[in-house]
C-alpha cells in the first residue's frame, strides 16, 4: 500500500519537509479554504500541488496523491435550493482535479457534523491524551446545552439521569468546553458558531429521514460519476463518524450493508469506499475481512486507524477512543492482511491502480505532542508511531505467500 500522510496546507503546524523524514511516500489534503458549493479552480489545485512539491530550495518528492475531502455541500445532501449549482460547481472541480493530474477523490455524506468527539484530549494511563466519545456527555451536550426539541427520544432514561447530574456538576467553563468540543466537527466551524447555528443547520433536515438520505445521496452519484468514470477519477465515501446517529440525523454509510447497498444503486468502478477501520470498527458487528472481501475491487483509499470501545453505552450508541493503531477493538492485522491480499489481486488483474493509498489516520497525542498545537486527531509523534506500526506490520505481511 502506498503510505500517505494527511497534511492541511501551509497552514498545517507540521512541515511540509518533515514528512520525507518519516518515509511519507504521498500526501493527502484539501482545499479547506474554498466553501462547499464552490468549484475548485486550476489555478487553486496546482497552487497547493507546487506548496506540496516544494521545488525550491528542494523539492519534497511528493504528490497530492488524494483529495480529502471534496466536499459536498448541505445544499446537496438536501436537495436544497441551489442544487443544479451546486452539483454543476462539484462536477467542475472534478474536471479540474483530472486535468492536474489528481484521481482520487475522498469525500463524506455525513448532515451536518462531518465528525463527533465530546473530548479531543482525554488522559491515557501512558500520559498521553487522545480523542474521545462519551455518550453521557454527549446527552448533556444535546439534552441541556443545545436543549434540541425531542432530543429525550434520543436518550435512555439511565443516559438521561446520568447526563442530568453530571450537567449538574459542571461549571461554565467545562460547558463551554464541552460545547466547543462538539462544534469542532461541524464543516468549517470556528469561534463564530452557536448553537442557534446548530439548530438553524439541523433544521434542513427536520423532514429528511435515512430513506430520503439514501435516496439522495444515490442522486448526488447518478450525477457526479458518470464525470468522474470520463476522466479516470476514482469516488470513495468516507464512512459515518462515529456510526450511528446523533442529533436526530440519519446516517447511510455506517456499515458494510450499507456500502453494498450504494455501491451497487451506482455500479461503476468509479464509485467507490474509503475503508477507515477507526469508524467502522466502532461496531461490535463490523468485520474487516469480510468487507474487502465482498467490496475490495471498489475501495480506493483507506484510513488505518484504531478505536476502542469503553465507557457506558446506549443502545447502538456506544462510548470509544482513539486508541494506538494496533491496540484497538480492529484487529489491524487481519485488515491489513486483507488489502494486502485485494492489491495482489489487482496487481495480477493487471489493474493500473493495485496499489491502495492508505493513511494512519488520528493518534494519541504523545512526547512532543503535548506540547505542540496539532490539529485534533493530528499529532506529530502519534501518527509516525502510527504508521510505523503499520509498515511493520505490512513488511511481515509481505513475506506471507
Given amino acids: 500500500m502506498k503510505q500517505t500522510w494527511r497534511w492541511f496546507g501551509p497552514a498545517d503546524p507540521i512541515d511540509i519537509y518533515d514528512l520525507p523524514q518519516i518515509g511519507v511516500q504521498g500526501v493527502v489534503t484539501s482545499l479547506h479554504h474554498i466553501p462547499a458549493g464552490t468549484a475548485w479552480s486550476k489555478s487553486e489545485i496546482r497552487k497547493r500541488q507546487a506548496e506540496i512539491s516544494k521545488p525550491t530550495p528542494q523539492p519534497t518528492g511528493l504528490n497530492w496523491d488524494v483529495v480529502e475531502s471534496l466536499p459536498v455541500s448541505e445544499t446537496i445532501k438536501t436537495k436544497g435550493v441551489g442544487y443544479a449549482a451546486h452539483i454543476a ?26 465528525w463527533t ?26 439534552l441541556f446545552l443545545l436543549a434540541r426539541p425531542s432530543a429525550e427520544d434520543d436518550h435512555s432514561p439511565t443516559i438521561r439521569q446520568a447526563a442530568s447530574a453530571r450537567f449538574n456538576a459542571m461549571d461554565d467553563i467545562a460547558q463551554a468546553r464541552l460545547v466547543t468540543t462538539i462544534v469542532s466537527g461541524l464543516p468549517g466551524a470556528n469561534d463564530s458558531w452557536t448553537l442557534n447555528d446548530v439548530m438553524a443547520l439541523l433544521d434542513l433536515y427536520k423532514n429528511i429521514d435515512a430513506t430520503q ?88 483509499f483507506a484510513h488505518l486507524r484504531n478505536t476502542l470501545r469503553q465507557g457506558p453505552s446506549d443502545g447502538d450508541k456506544l462510548s470509544f477512543h482513539e486508541s494506538m493503531h494496533l491496540e484497538g477493538n480492529t484487529d489491524m492485522v487481519i485488515a491489513i492482511r486483507a488489502l494486502l491480499k485485494e492489491e495482489a489481486r489487482r496487481k495480477a488483474e493487471g489493474r493500473s491502480d493495485w ?47
Fill in 89 to 114: 460547481a462539484y462536477k467542475e472541480s472534478l474536471h479540474n482535479l483530472a486535468g492536474c493530474g489528481i484521481q482520487t477523490v475522498c469525500y463524506n455524506f455525513m448532515p451536518v457534523l462531518d
Fill in 117 to 142: 468527539r465530546t473530548n479531543l484530549a482525554a488522559r491515557m494511563s501512558h500520559g498521553g491524551t487522545a480523542m474521545a466519545f462519551d455518550v453521557v456527555d454527549f446527552a448533556v451536550f444535546d
Fill in 213 to 300: 438520505l439514501r435516496a439522495n445521496l444515490i442522486d448526488f452519484l447518478a450525477e457526479v460519476v458518470p464525470v468522474a468514470e470520463e476522466h479516470g477519477i476514482r469516488l470513495c465515501c468516507h464512512p459515518d463518524d462515529p456510526p450511528f446517529p446523533l442529533l436526530g440525523l440519519p446516517r447511510v454509510m455506517s456499515s458494510t450493508e450499507d456500502y453494498v447497498h450504494v455501491l451497487t444503486a451506482i455500479d461503476s468502478p468509479a464509485n467507490g469506499a474509503t475503508l477507515c477501520t477507526g469508524s467502522l470498527g466502532i461496531k461490535p458487528t463490523f468485520d474487516v475481512a469480510d468487507f474487502v472481501d465482498r467490496l475490495g475491487a471498489r475501495v480506493h
Fill in 355 to 401: 496499489e491502495i493509498p492508505m493513511r494512519p489516520d488520528h493518534g494519541q497525542n504523545i512526547l512532543f505532542d503535548l506540547h505542540s498545537d496539532s490539529m485534533p486527531g493530528y499529532p506529530l509523534i502519534g501518527r509516525t508511531r502510527g504508521l510505523a506500526e503499520l509498515r511493520g506490520v505490512m513488511a511481515a505481511l509481505s513475506t506471507e505467500s
